[in-house]
């Protein structure tokens, strides 16, 4: 449409063919207005088996106006009533939409529904089970499907995002669930199709994954300090933070394409960028408007923050004593210092200080000042504190 526009404003045809006045266009009546003012404005007749349109007589004009909101609300009344049945046909059980991974489609006492798909439904079952009885997390079932030689339909391999999919959706357990927009009724029912577990696993499934998930909070907060700043060395990918599980103990950035770099502890990375802004800033200071100046109440207060964390990442096997001893004592000498002046402004030192302690949106701010881009790698085999960082700075 677009293009048929500009060739008749540059003069390239003198009429439009088309069925019925009606369609030309299924916009809004602003989008419609603007497609015959169009024609209008270039002299361009529009052609239909009934009658020809020069919308340059008055007549002509009124009647496609006319006609061209006839067809609007016929449109509408058409939605509506297509609304009003695929909303009956779910409260009675029916599946109207793409058939989930595991069914096909299949018409079920008159109804549109689902039929399992045997090869397919066998892989859901392999996923729940796993995940129930602890045997993984979503990517682990991912490497175990693939190993097991079970295919997605639009992907070489499975991923820990499907493997998630299919965890939280209804239609495995038997239910038909369906959230319109606009503010129309949801439905949540029990289905024609058969289900491929029961209820009791698929209640258990979401159990377990809402104890491992971490939901945000409203308004959600920024999680990843590094979020769009580190990206894949090898296919390109933003760098994706992991969230501590059972099986993982400490937040990691992982790259989301399988078999590209290995995964590495948040923390490690935290620290090697803080010590190339020590090594890369001169003599000089942040920006005074990047720069938050804590009080000295908030000082103590992030000082024992991170005792808390010292804590918890020892009980976590994160830090051995003797790291934590030399975190400690680093802390206490910290707590013991007192807060400069707002009047002076802070060293390299504390502007280190601040970023350590800042919170993540926050450090991603401050990490954005001075980074442009940061390549990671990080091979197979490596010990847990090798990496390669190239970075890009601003």
Request: glycine share 6%; net charge positive.
């Amino acid at each position: 449409m677009q293009q048929l526009l500009a060739d008749c404003e540059s003069g390239t045809f003198q009429a439009v063919l088309c069925m019925d006045i009606d369609r030309l266009g299924r916009g809004s009546m602003a989008e419609q207005g603007y497609i015959l003012d169009t024609f209008k404005r270039a002299g361009i007749r529009l052609i239909t088996p009934r009658k020809t349109f020069d919308l340059n007589d008055d007549l002509d004009e009124t009647y496609s106006e006319f006609e061209s909101f006839i067809a609007r609300q016929e449109l509408k009344a058409i939605k509506r009533r297509l609304q009003r049945g695929i909303h009956k046909t779910t409260i009675e059980g029916g599946f109207v939409s793409v058939p989930p991974y595991g069914y096909r489609r299949a018409t079920v006492e008159g109804h549109p529904s689902l039929a399992p798909e045997p090869l397919e439904a066998e892989a859901v079952r392999l996923i729940f089970h796993l995940y129930t009885t602890g045997s993984g997390g979503c990517q682990q079932i991912a490497d175990t499907l693939h190993d097991m030689g079970y295919l997605p339909r639009q992907a070489a391999r499975f991923g820990r995002t499907t493997i998630l999919d299919i965890l939280r959706n209804p239609v495995y357990a038997g239910r038909v669930v369906r959230r319109p927009a606009n503010g129309r009724t949801s439905v949540d029912c029990l289905g024609l199709h058969p289900p491929l577990v029961s209820e009791a696993v698929f209640a258990q499934a979401q159990d377990i994954r809402q104890r491992r998930g971490h939901p945000p909070t409203a308004p959600r907060t920024l999680q990843n300090p590094l979020a769009g700043i580190v990206f894949c060395g090898i296919c390109g990918n933003k760098l994706q933070r992991l969230p501590p599980s059972p099986t993982r103990r400490q937040e990691s950035l992982a790259c989301p394409k399988r078999g590209c770099n290995t995964s590495v502890a948040l923390w490690r990375v935290l620290n090697a960028l803080q010590d190339a802004l020590l090594e890369k800033l001169p003599a000089t200071i942040l920006p005074s408007d990047a720069v938050e100046q804590p009080t000295q109440t908030q000082r103590q207060k992030q000082v024992q923050e991170q005792r808390q964390r010292l804590f918890s990442l020892v009980e976590q096997g994160v830090y051995t004593p003797e790291e934590y001893r030399t975190r400690r004592q680093a802390l206490e000498q910290q707590a013991a210092k007192l807060t400069p002046s707002p009047h002076t402004p802070p060293s390299i030192s504390d502007t280190a200080t601040l970023i350590k302690t800042a919170s993540p949106a926050r450090q991603n701010q401050l990490f954005k000042l001075f980074f442009e881009q940061i390549l990671y790698r990080k091979q197979a085999g490596w010990p847990p504190d090798r990496f390669e960082l190239d970075v890009y700075w601003r």
